[in-house]
């Protein structure tokens, strides 16, 4: 369909955009638009004007910062995904890249517009929270940081104020951690009905740190703290990984829909972080 | 003959690259929303959002003051005018059916119905004013469950009192076709083997790609309509019969067509308003539905319950089969809605001697959008049904899956024979067909590695899914047709014109969306008419042009379609005989026709059809004892169906621990009879196991308990694409058909209705060890999970 008609502003720097976003009530920041298009297009989405960022160039790329990777918000899927800095710092977050949408939709789409928009099937909130980013937002008072098991909400909702802007996203560095992004879905482009994003440390043969991201398993992605805390100190074995990740779906509240109810998700989200782990630990 | 021997048909069977798809590929061609007129205007169709309710009141004033809006249409603007939309099958003669009409005036029974049109400038003014036309609606109960439905429970149109359009069967020990089905349940009962089993066929889309489109120019003497369609010869006729205009002052033209699978084989509501639209502003109007309109309004496919009770010896030998099925028509009748089941009724017996055989068909109207034909039509749920069936057999006596049917098959050598449902089988070869199968799968060792992983106790367990199909193609006999209470036939036309310079025009009745006739038929003639298949040109899809003919669907087009071309083209050479023995002074005896050219018998003397066309063009040297036109018209009624068939083996990998089936590997060897073009064969059988694929793992449409369709988008609604499929193994054994001159058989729809029982056999059989008998389709991650909980607790 076509969208409702809207006001169209491109700003060049982020003051701009920012000053756009205060000056205009009910205006919806357009990134990629791999999300927006459609809710446009669909007309579920109506604002009276669109703040389109694409032309702000200082909000694009991967720069190394010391201990952390900075990547631009504004960053195509299509860049991450073949960056060498975040190959050797971050490579859950390559892994994962991978597998967004399809080449079409990873060359529109963008780093920070997937996490902002915060759909509870994406692959990349559950990697950030899994790697602890932080997240830099841009408002009137300047800047601040939200790490990210404070940045996700709800389904389709952040800490992002309506006259904020995600600018870029910091990730600690993973250097030599071993990772693997495990998705489950129908089809190779479709949803996750359960992900989970795994990053491994190494000492000798036994597991000396882990960090687990669960995506689509609530409203926001999930760190399943109990399955790292039981992994540390153990063997990178089927039996040990096995029973940490019998621990992975603890205090989760999936969603039932027509891809599974919420017991069959518990069940996956054990099975995959078995899986994702010990791919993990395998790469390590 | 011998000068036939110098020029071999070289086109019959070569793999020639289509004609058609740089045009279609790039997109750079006509298709319907591609047209633009001058002064064109657009519609936007207000649609309900309830399954079923009263309309109480629409105000349209807001969407009249609206920019840019010419009209706001309600259904009672032209309650006088808009006639009722036609069903065109009647399978039993008091067939009970709703007043269709094309947009809704006090009533709706599916969401999605039409109430009202906006015509306006631009489609994003008709767009914006549409949202602003305000119905108020008083929901009632919508009928939505298929079994309650067929006991009334809720009643989806309250005017019928009923939802039960029509109940219909066939009994072979009535029809004298086979003995009488429950004795051979009674006697099966009774140290035999009765399998009962029943089984779901899902509501399908048929999600064609290019959304339907339409654009109608009442500014010309004859009224042009540009429809996205696969029948454009219905489109005139019912214009025509719904609205009451002169047939001769109506013009349909199915430009270039992006696909259909029998979703385009309809005279659709959307295209009698925009003729409507177009008649009342004066002024050229276009409607084209966007994608969610397309997923919920467009017919949907399939949506029946089967039951099924099969009958046999203790050792596998098939004695009896019953079938019940109820099948969801949904809110209305389309053209052959009531006619699918139908379409399926004499398949279900499969290729093998079952002595007796009932089915009963009981047709049900729910608050859903309606269903029709969708690839296949009737014979995929006939053709699972009995493939499940024969696996369960197989399972129950102990013996593999391809033994029990070897048992139960017919021989090749029984052919022709006659079914228990009452159709005469030509031909076939299903020994050759399944022996090159399992040649060519590995049939033996994949066994041998299912053996290992059972008894390993793999968390990935091997399934192997056999389907050994045939199906009914080349729709079809007019009086066949007439005898099963169709109100049109089954015939196909075709004309061959040679031109002055020596090339060829060939018109067909045929209207391919997709399916590459312009390549094939052009090989036909080629061969036939002995010029090159450059100089053959193929016109199609414009009832200006292409005057007479039926159309495409049913596997129908090169078996009646194809033949028809071969008709006209030999009349054309029967025509030329004459002026060529005039021109060469020889006496018409002594020609040959050969290699394009008429040659005098025993002499160099001769003259091509090149040279022929152009001596007829001039006219100069012709006598007039023969007619000076080398154009030909030829209709063709098929003698009789044809009937494909072959095996398919189907390699699954299911992941016990989630759920997931994933395709290992495919292969198919599919006897169509002669091949045209064999590219073009194995792409209808690719592109056709895809979907039969999909009903089995992926696609299904779904209501919530309101009715409204929680599968709208293709977020929901899932397709497979190419990373979720198999590289398919496609190959033939040819055995020709005796129905038509060039033994072809029809490939359209054989990959879909072979491929989805080979599948779910393919999962069932993994997972048999584990307790699992069934898994409902589509067979998602979540069901075969499901299904393998279940079955350890059993």
């Known amino acids: 369909m076509i969208p409702a008609a809207f006001e169209y502003f491109a700003p060049a720097t982020v003051d701009e955009a920012l000053g756009l976003l205060r000056e205009h009530s009910d205006a919806k920041v357009l990134a990629g638009g791999q999300s927006l298009m459609p809710a446009l297009r669909l007309r579920l989405a109506a604002p009276e004007v669109i703040v389109d960022i694409q032309k702000i160039d200082d909000l694009r790329g991967v720069r190394d910062d010391g201990d952390a990777l900075v990547i631009g918000a504004m960053t195509p899927h299509s860049t991450v995904e073949s960056d060498p800095l975040v190959a050797e710092h971050a490579r859950l977050i390559a892994l994962a890249t991978a597998t967004v949408g399809d080449p079409q939709i990873r060359h529109r789409g963008t780093f920070g517009g997937s996490l902002a928009h915060a759909d509870p099937a994406a692959d990349l909130p559950a990697v950030a929270v899994a790697l602890e980013a932080s997240f830099v937002i841009a408002g009137a008072d300047g800047r601040r940081t939200v790490p990210a098991a404070e940045f996700f909400e709800g389904v389709f909702s952040t800490a992002l104020g309506e006259d904020e802007l995600l600018v870029e996203v910091r990730v600690p560095k993973y250097t030599g951690w071993g990772a693997h992004y495990e998705k489950f879905n129908r089809v190779a482009q479709g949803w996750s009905i359960v992900s989970v994003a795994a990053a491994v440390r190494l000492d000798g043969d036994s597991i000396a740190e882990a960090r687990v991201g669960l995506g689509n398993m609530g409203p926001t992605p999930i760190r399943a703290t109990a399955v790292e805390a039981a992994l540390v100190g153990q063997p990178a074995t089927a039996d040990a990984v096995r029973e940490a990740a019998a621990r992975a779906a603890d205090g989760t509240s999936p969603v039932t829909d027509i891809n599974g109810d919420a017991d069959y998700r518990r069940h996956l989200a054990t099975v995959l972080t078995r899986r994702a782990v010990l791919a993990a630990a395998g790469t390590a | ?794």
């Not at chain 2, 009994?171 to 004795?183: F, K, L, R």
């Not at chain 2, 994949?446 to 968390?459: F, H, N, V």
């Not at chain 2, 067909?508 to 997709?514: K, L």
């Not at chain 2, 779904?702 to 709208?712: F, I």
Request: aromatic share 6%.
């Open chain 2, 1 to 794: 003959m011998t000068a036939t021997e110098e020029r071999p048909a070289a086109e019959i069977g070569a793999s020639r690259r289509r004609k058609e798809d740089a045009r279609l590929i790039t997109g750079r061609t006509r298709w319907t929303d591609n047209i633009v007129l001058p002064g064109l205007q657009h519609i936007a169709m207000v649609r309900s959002p309830f399954a079923h309710a009263r309309i109480t009141s629409i105000d349209t004033e807001a969407a009249k003051a609206s920019t840019g809006v010419v009209a706001v249409i309600t259904g009672a603007d032209i309650a006088d005018e808009q006639g009722a939309l036609p069903n065109a099958w009647a399978v039993i003669p008091d067939q009970k059916a709703p007043v269709h009409l094309s947009m809704a005036v006090d009533h709706v029974a599916f969401a999605g119905e039409i109430v009202a049109m906006v015509v306006a400038r631009t489609a994003a003014e008709a767009n914006d004013a549409a949202d602003l036309v305000d119905v108020d609606y008083e929901e009632l109960e919508p009928a939505l469950e298929l079994k309650a439905a067929a006991r009334d429970e809720v009643i989806a149109h309250p005017d019928l009192g009923t939802n039960v359009s029509a109940v219909w069967s066939y009994d072979s020990a009535e029809s004298g076709t086979g003995g009488d089905v429950e004795a051979a349940i009674a006697a099966a009962r009774d140290g035999g083997i009765v399998i009962e089993q029943e089984f779901r066929q899902q509501r399908l889309i048929p999600a064609f790609m290019e959304p339907r489109s339409i654009v109608v120019d009442p500014t010309t003497e004859q009224m042009t309509v540009w429809s996205s369609t696969q029948v454009p010869h219905f489109v005139k006729i019912f214009i025509a019969l719904v609205l009451g205009i002169p047939e001769s002052k109506i013009r349909v033209i199915a430009p270039d067509v992006g696909g259909g699978f029998g979703g385009k084989l309809q005279f659709t509501p959307e295209e009698v308003l925009t003729v409507i639209a177009a008649r009342r502003t004066g002024k050229p109007c276009k409607y084209t539905e966007s994608r969610s309109e397309s997923l919920m309004a467009a017919h949907h496919g399939r949506d029946q319950w089967q039951q099924l009770t099969l009958a046999a010896n203790a050792d596998g030998t098939v004695t009896g089969l019953k079938v019940e099925l109820i099948a969801d028509m949904g809110a209305y009748l389309g053209l052959v809605t009531s006619a699918i089941p139908l379409l399926g009724a004499f398949m279900y017996n499969g290729i093998y001697k079952f002595p007796a055989y009932h089915l009963g068909i009981t047709n049900v109207f729910t608050n859903k959008t309606w269903t029709d034909a969708y690839r296949g039509a009737g014979r995929p749920e006939a053709t699972y049904a009995i493939e499940r069936l024969m696996d369960e057999l197989a399972a129950r006596v102990g013996v593999d899956a391809l033994e029990i049917r070897e048992r139960n098959w017919i021989k090749h050598e029984e052919f022709p024979f006659s079914t228990v449902s009452g159709l005469r089988y030509d031909s076939g070869n299903y020994e050759a067909a399944t022996a090159k199968a399992r040649e060519l799968f590995g049939y033996d060792d994949l066994r041998a590695e299912q053996r290992k992983r059972r008894e390993s106790g793999d968390p990935v367990q091997l399934g192997i899914g056999v389907s050994t199909f045939t199906e009914m193609c080349g729709l079809a006999p007019s009086r066949w047709l007439g005898s099963m209470g169709y109100v049109g036939g089954g015939w196909e036309h075709a004309a061959v014109r040679m031109l002055p310079t020596g090339k060829v025009e060939v018109v067909t009745g045929t209207s391919p969306h997709g399916q590459g006739h312009e390549t094939a038929w052009s090989q036909l003639v080629a061969d036939r008419l002995g010029v090159a298949f450059e100089d053959v040109e193929v016109l199609h899809g414009d009832t200006q042009v292409a005057v007479r003919g039926l159309d495409t669907y049913g596997s129908r087009s090169l078996a009646v379609g194809g033949m028809a071309v071969l008709a006209a083209a030999d009349k054309v050479i029967e025509k030329a005989k004459p002026i060529a023995a005039q021109l060469l002074e020889a006496n018409a005896d002594d020609l040959d026709f050969s290699g394009g050219r008429y040659g005098v018998r025993g002499t160099d003397a001769g003259m091509t059809m090149a040279e022929l066309a152009f001596a007829v063009f001039q006219g100069h040297k012709l006598d007039g004892s023969a007619e000076g036109c080398l154009d030909a018209d030829a209709t063709l009624d098929p003698d009789d169906f044809s009937f494909p068939h072959g095996t398919h083996l189907c390699a699954v990998e299911v992941d016990t621990e989630t759920g997931a089936s994933k395709i290992r590997s495919y292969v198919c060897v599919d006897d169509v009879g002669v091949v045209v073009n064999p590219m073009i064969v194995e792409g209808q059988v690719h592109g056709g196991l895809a979907q039969g694929i999909a009903q089995a793992l992926y696609e299904e449409a779904v209501h919530d308990d309101s009715g409204t369709l929680v599968t709208g988008s293709f977020d929901q609604y899932t397709l497979p694409g190419a990373p979720d499929l198999p590289s398919f193994e496609a190959a033939r054994t040819e055995t020709p058909a005796t129905t038509n001159q060039l033994g072809v058989k029809g490939v359209g729809e054989a990959g879909t209705i072979a491929s989805t029982p080979a599948v779910v056999n393919a999962i069932v059989d993994a997972l048999r060890p584990l307790g699992v008998t069934d898994v409902p389709m589509p067979c998602t991650p979540y069901r075969v999970w499901t299904a393998i909980q279940e079955g350890s607790r059993s």
